[in-house]
């Protein structure tokens, strides 16, 4: 059914015709009391006749009339007209994403493509909040619209139809069957609950496509299709677009795993990964030392004892963003690891600074050194405790025999060593000779101990 300019449809004056598809064709529609225009969708596959999808489809559309967000299109009204169902929505003036795509991989900017799927993880977490899911999340339903002066801004379309369209089989189009099977969840697929993940998957998708111009499974039939959103391994956008950061690969693994635990929770966590990913490249720490400045040299054997407790490239700036109500992000979620970043400044509202490392901007970050617990100065000598500890350990070693001189002169090693140990560790003097008398006046002593057993035991016996 196709409605000709100047025609009236449900009360609505026809002006042009918008778009059409598998689901039905988009007018432009003047409405019949309000000096407005709407966007007039009749859904020419839909079966009106049947009660039970016509009860889903007004139940579906009535919650959706609900939804009021500034990235949702808002729906006005829905009823039946001629034997169609039909649906009257907010007419937002600009293109879908899906004709981004097509005019070009240069219309679709890494940082564009992350602000449209931004805007669009806004309403439809918004709508999860409201207890509605999408289920039909792709390019085409994701509208742009702005200027320069009042900034670009998407929205997602078609809320309250994916949901009974799924339900009812309507699609007819092989065409219109595969590119919603491009976008798909596996559990969606599977005919398995389905929950606000789905359309997270499919908003994982979208974005591949933004950042790619290709789908994440182009292949030309559906089987393909369905098999590799099963079972295939997610695609990495850096082997589309080399240029991309390589963080952005693990946004898209974590968006596309085929087990929804494991997936992102919300629409909004994987919008603040990519942008992170984007704006946040990783960086390997440099394992080499720098080499201190000639004002805090120090000797070569300080310098192989030390190691640096910091980074000096650690930080890297994060673009600031003149799009509203910019996300917060919380820098650490995909891949396990963290990176803290600092807004860049901006020169004016409408030009962004460049990103450029921290330490590119200012003097570079002097790594901190821990003070040595004792730097012992160049022909230190032992204490006197330590040098007597050691000697009375040799003499008691030589009369342990002796018993009660091996006693004594075992437990004077000992005790000396321990107060040249203390005294040592107090700066003044090395602690090996207290080692080492501590362990000869301990030999001593169980030599003696010993020596004591044997001599007891053979009186004993020859008695």
Not at 125 to 153: M, Q
Request: net charge neutral; proline share 8%; aromatic share 6%.
């Amino acid at each position: 059914m196709t409605l000709e300019p100047g025609s009236v449809f449900a009360g609505y004056t026809i002006e042009r015709m918008l778009g059409a598809g598998g689901m039905g064709s988009v007018y432009l529609a003047r409405h019949p009391r309000l000096p407005r225009h709407d966007a007039l969708k009749v859904l020419t596959g839909a079966p009106a006749a049947n009660f039970d999808y016509r009860r889903r489809f007004e139940r579906e559309a009535d919650l959706a009339s609900r939804l009021r967000h500034p990235n949702i299109v808002s729906i006005y009204d829905r009823g039946v007209a001629e034997g169609q169902l039909w649906i009257a929505m907010e007419y937002v003036e600009g293109i879908d994403a899906a004709h981004l795509i097509t005019s070009g991989r240069d219309s679709v900017e890494p940082m564009r493509a992350i602000e449209i799927i931004r805007d669009a993880a806004k309403g439809l977490d918004f709508a999860h909040r409201k207890g509605l899911l999408h289920r039909d999340v792709k390019p085409a339903n994701i509208l742009v619209t702005g200027d320069e002066d009042e900034g670009e801004r998407s929205l997602i379309a078609d809320f309250g139809i994916a949901r009974s369209i799924d339900d009812s089989h309507r699609l007819t189009a092989a065409g219109d069957v595969l590119g919603t099977l491009a976008y798909a969840a596996p559990e969606q697929l599977e005919g398995r609950d389905v929950d606000a993940r789905v359309d997270v998957y499919a908003l994982g998708c979208t974005l591949f496509e933004l950042l790619t111009g290709s789908k994440p499974y182009p292949y030309p039939t559906m089987i393909p299709v369905m098999k590799a959103h099963l079972n295939a391994p997610p695609p990495r956008p850096t082997d589309t677009v080399r240029a991309l950061s390589s963080g952005i690969d693990g946004v898209i693994a974590k968006a596309l795993e085929k087990n929804p635990d494991r997936r992102y929770a919300s629409c909004r966590e994987l919008a603040e990964d990519a942008m992170q990913a984007l704006t946040v490249p990783m960086r390997r720490p440099s394992l080499a030392k720098p080499a201190a400045p000639p004002e805090q040299a120090r000797s070569q054997q300080e310098m192989t004892q030390r190691r640096p407790l910091t980074d000096p490239t650690r930080i890297t700036d994060r673009a600031q963003h003149s799009a509203p109500n910019h996300f917060s992000a919380p820098l650490q979620r995909i891949q396990g690891q963290g990176q803290h970043a600092a807004p860049a400044h901006q020169s004016s509202p409408n030009q962004r600074v460049p990103l450029t490392p921290m330490h590119a901007q200012s003097q570079p970050i002097q790594p901190y050194y821990p003070p040595l617990q004792h730097s012992p100065q160049q022909g230190e000598t032992s204490n006197g405790l330590a040098l007597w500890s050691m000697i009375s350990g040799i003499v008691g070693l030589i009369s342990c025999f002796t018993l009660i001189g091996g006693f004594a002169l075992s437990l004077t090693a000992i005790g000396l060593g321990i107060a040249g140990q203390k005294k040592a560790k107090s700066g003044a003097g090395r602690s090996g000779m207290a080692i080492a008398g501590i362990a000869l006046g301990v030999v001593t002593l169980i030599l003696t101990i010993v020596f004591t057993i044997y001599v007891a035991t053979t009186d004993t016996t020859t008695t």
